[in-house]
């Protein structure tokens, strides 16, 4: 269900500007973690490493391809 809040998180960040610059500001990923939470996203940190993760394979997979 976390991951499913992630997801509503970037989609929301990327519609809102406001929420986009609250996450932008926050200087670490436990800091993020609270502003998203403290805005009702149900989101974790293991949620956060696996986008991160996916991020990453997703950009060597393209650096390969190029």
Known sequence: MSWVELERLVTDAEADAELRRILRSCPSQADLLLAARRRGYHITRVDLLRAWQRHQQRSS??????
């Open 61 to 66: 997979q393209r650096a390969s391809s190029g």
